[in-house]
């Protein structure tokens, strides 16, 4: 190994032509940390909003980008049990502040990790990890979906939508679906049991009886969704704003509200593998570019027009 690694990093904020590889020192796992060398990274709506917009999670630039990564460890820090030097392992560093994914090599804690499934690739792997956990832990750990319920996921085509059709159908749920009308075979051959075009189809009014809807389109649609539930339903939001009033709106309407911030876990890792691993569990692949096109890759996911994950190689 080099001392130095190349990355892709931004001075500002912006358009993807912000984006440009750097060389920076390779860095030192500490105690409880993996030096993972980095094979493929997972892209997410997340990081093309820090790449542009100020006032989210993260400081001003400069910063590396890049939360899903899937690789082979390198060396281990002070501590670590789960793993050893050539193990392929996947995760999600901790969101937000532990970006960097972006690069030849990425330190993260060890239990952020699970190893990765023989049966899949790195690209497959490095797809998977923020979307996936995001959707395991709004239906299984906040909403605890059981056989037989009625789950509504809104943009179901999308990164996490499509992963959580097949994490809902897993555990035995009846699932709902918003997408354009291009993607429903797509979705139905992920196991979704009816679909609504949005285009055409106010949901609304056509949807009911609801246990659990996922909304991952912003604070507007869920408070839309909420009649759609039935008493003592659940609705989780992945993009509700703080100071929101759906809770309490929510409570008038006999229904219960939560916002989710996904989080690093060992234990969901573990979970998305074995779903990998048995092949309940298949991210769609929109797309792969090496690591000097992150830009590209970046600009394409700005359509909002892809089906599924977007993936960047790291030769």
Same mark, same amino acid.
């Given at each position: 190994? #080099? ?5 892709i990093?931004?001075? #500002?904020?912006?358009?993807p032509?912000?984006?440009?590889e750097?060389e920076l ?7 409880s ?8 990274v ?7 909003k820090h790449?542009?917009?100020?006032g989210?999670f ?6 590396v980008?890049?939360?899903? %990564?899937?690789?082979?460890v390198? &060396?281990?820090?002070?501590g ?9 392992v996947?995760g ?14 990425v330190?993260g ?8 499934p ?5 690209? %497959?792997a490095g ?8 959707a ?13 319920q009625? %789950? ?5 085509a ?11 159908k ?6 709902i ?15 979704a049991?009816e ?5 055409? %189809?106010?949901?609304?009014e056509?949807?009911?009886?609801v246990?659990?809807?996922l ?12 009649? #759609? ?14 100071g ?15 916002a989710l ?5 060992h234990?969901?890792?573990?979970a998305?593998?074995?779903?990998l691993?048995?092949?309940?569990? &298949?991210?769609?692949?929109?797309g ?13 996911g ?10 960047v190689?790291?030769p």
């Open positions: 190994m #080099t001392d130095t690694m190349r990355a990093s931004q001075d #500002t904020l912006g358009g032509e912000v984006l440009h750097i020192p390779r860095p030192t796992p500490g105690p940390q993996l030096l993972i060398r980095v094979h493929a997972g892209l997410n709506p997340t990081d093309w790449r542009a917009l100020p989210l993260l400081p001003a630039p400069p910063f980008l890049g939360w899903d %990564v899937s690789g082979v390198e &060396t281990v820090g002070y670590v049990t789960l793993f050893e030097p050539g193990d392929e996947f999600m560093l901790p969101y937000p502040h532990g970006h960097g994914s972006l690069a030849e090599y330190v804690p060890t239990r952020a990790f699970a190893r990765k023989d049966n899949v690739d790195h690209i %497959v797809a998977t990890p923020l979307a996936a956990l995001t395991w832990q709004a239906l299984v750990d906040t909403a605890n979906i059981q056989a037989g009625r %789950v509504l996921i809104h943009a179901a999308g990164g996490v939508g499509h992963l959580a059709v097949q994490i809902a897993s555990r035995g749920a009846y699932v679906g918003t997408a354009s009308a291009a993607k429903h075979e797509h979705l139905r051959s992920l196991g049991d679909l609504i075009d949005y285009r055409e %189809v106010d949901f609304a056509v949807v009911g009886d246990d659990v809807v909304d991952t389109l912003g604070e507007e649609n869920s408070r839309r969704s909420l009649p #759609t539930l039935r008493p003592g339903g659940l609705l989780v939001s992945i993009l509700a704003s703080n929101t009033d759906l809770p309490a709106e929510a409570a008038r309407q006999g229904a219960r509200f939560a911030l996904v989080e690093a876990d234990a969901g890792m573990r998305v593998a074995a779903l691993a048995s092949g309940e569990l &298949t991210p769609t692949i929109a792969v570019f090496p690591l000097a096109e992150a830009a590209k890759a970046h600009a394409l700005e359509t909002d027009r892809t089906l599924g994950k977007l993936v190689t790291v």
